[in-house]
């Protein structure tokens, strides 16, 4: 996967190169559906950000339904191996755009641009069908935008998904994404609490992104190829924390677990237990942690 810091990092390509540009959030159904229509028109390119545009642009931003780097392995289990992942700033904001579309034929030479049906590129959005039209005349490329894609007669989109998350929805979300709802992400060193007490966690920072309702999960872990079975705790530990953000906590169902601090791991969320618990003794959730893996083991 290539990653281009800003436009001018971008190579010069020969050949039909087709291009597609969005933010991408989910790498949803509809998603894959552009990409599949990109790899038919050339070499497919595929431009995404670093951080959602709307954070950027209005220092507010919805969650996000996969981080940066589960959306990087999405795009490459599509067969997209050329991947430009911009540093969105303030500056990148305010260009036109015809200015962004000038400077990437230059760069890349594309003969086709697929967007998404409500795709708008640049300054406050104002590249809409009817500009980005008349550019592709004037820069000589073919246009195409893909059609709104339902699952029966519901429209797939990222904020609809982002919705089901957070209602707990997630056979639907399953439906909309065309996969399991699931967290890929790295594995961060914790407080050890859990080995202490003789569960040891793969802990994940969830901060940024859309979660499904906190407590205790069954789950399974990817890693390397390989599925784990496990069971998760997602939010704040009130046994031991007053205050902490939240986080992903990941006991793998195996009397010799992986090493995995520092490294890239997909959790994906089975079965809901129960809510998070404020215990009165390290004692009492041991126990309560035995009956969770009981329960969970239904679901494995």
Same mark, same amino acid.
């Given at each position: 996967?290539?990653?281009?810091?800003?436009?001018?990092?971008?190579?010069?390509?020969?050949?039909?190169?087709?291009?597609?540009?969005?933010?991408?959030?989910?790498?949803?159904?509809? %998603? =894959?559906?552009? /990409?599949?229509?990109?790899?038919?028109?050339?070499?497919? $390119? &595929?431009?995404? @950000?670093?951080?959602?545009?709307?954070?950027?642009?209005?220092?507010?931003?919805?969650?996000?339904?996969?981080?940066?780097? %589960? =959306?990087?392995? /999405?795009?490459?289990?599509?067969?997209?191996?050329?991947? $430009? &992942?911009?540093? @969105?700033?303030?500056?990148?904001?305010?260009?036109?755009?015809?200015?962004?579309?000038?400077?990437?034929k230059q760069k890349l030479n594309f003969s086709s641009l697929i967007l998404?049906?409500?795709?708008?590129?640049? $300054?406050?959005?104002?590249?809409?069908?009817?500009?980005?039209?008349?550019?592709?005349?004037?820069?000589?490329?073919?246009?195409?935008?893909?059609?709104?894609?339902?699952?029966?007669?519901?429209?797939?989109?990222?904020?609809?998904?982002?919705?089901?998350?957070?209602?707990?929805?997630?056979?639907?979300?399953?439906?909309?994404?065309?996969?399991?709802?699931?967290?890929?992400?790295?594995?961060?060193?914790?407080?050890?609490?859990?080995?202490?007490?003789?569960?040891?966690?793969?802990?994940?920072?969830?901060?940024?992104?859309?979660?499904?309702?906190?407590?205790?999960?069954?789950?399974?872990?990817?890693?390397?190829?390989?599925?784990?079975?496990?069971?998760?705790?997602?939010?704040?530990?009130?046994?031991?924390?007053?205050?902490?953000?939240?986080?992903?906590?990941?006991?793998?169902?195996?009397?010799?677990?992986?090493?995995?601090?520092?490294?890239?791991?997909?959790?994906?969320?089975?079965?809901?237990?129960?809510?998070?618990?404020?215990?009165?003794?390290?004692?009492?959730?041991?126990?309560?942690?035995?009956?969770?893996?009981?329960?969970?083991?239904?679901?494995?």
């Amino acid at each position: 996967m290539k990653i281009a810091q800003n436009l001018e990092d971008l190579p010069k390509e020969k050949g039909e190169v087709a291009l597609t540009i969005g933010t991408f959030d989910g790498v949803h159904r509809g %998603h =894959k559906e552009i /990409l599949h229509v990109l790899k038919k028109h050339g070499t497919p $390119y &595929l431009i995404t @950000f670093n951080s959602h545009p709307l954070q950027v642009v209005s220092d507010t931003s919805p969650p996000v339904i996969t981080s940066t780097e %589960h =959306k990087l392995a /999405l795009f490459k289990q599509e067969g997209i191996d050329r991947c $430009y &992942l911009l540093h @969105f700033t303030k500056a990148f904001a305010k260009q036109s755009a015809r200015e962004f579309l000038i400077l990437l034929k230059q760069k890349l030479n594309f003969s086709s641009l697929i967007l998404g049906h409500d795709a708008k590129i640049g $300054y406050q959005r104002q590249g809409d069908r009817e500009c980005i039209s008349a550019l592709a005349k004037e820069l000589c490329f073919h246009l195409e935008y893909i059609p709104p894609y339902f699952v029966g007669e519901t429209l797939v989109s990222s904020s609809l998904i982002r919705n089901k998350i957070e209602q707990n929805a997630l056979n639907e979300v399953a439906s909309l994404l065309g996969r399991e709802y699931s967290i890929l992400a790295g594995t961060t060193e914790g407080a050890k609490r859990g080995r202490i007490i003789g569960y040891p966690t793969a802990n994940i920072e969830v901060q940024g992104l859309a979660l499904p309702k906190l407590g205790v999960w069954a789950c399974h872990l990817h890693h390397k190829k390989r599925l784990y079975p496990a069971i998760a705790n997602l939010g704040v530990a009130p046994t031991f924390y007053s205050q902490r953000p939240c986080l992903l906590e990941v006991h793998i169902l195996e009397r010799s677990p992986p090493l995995l601090y520092g490294e890239l791991v997909e959790i994906v969320f089975k079965r809901y237990l129960r809510s998070e618990k404020k215990f009165s003794s390290s004692r009492e959730l041991q126990e309560q942690i035995t009956l969770d893996i009981k329960n969970s083991l239904i679901s494995h």
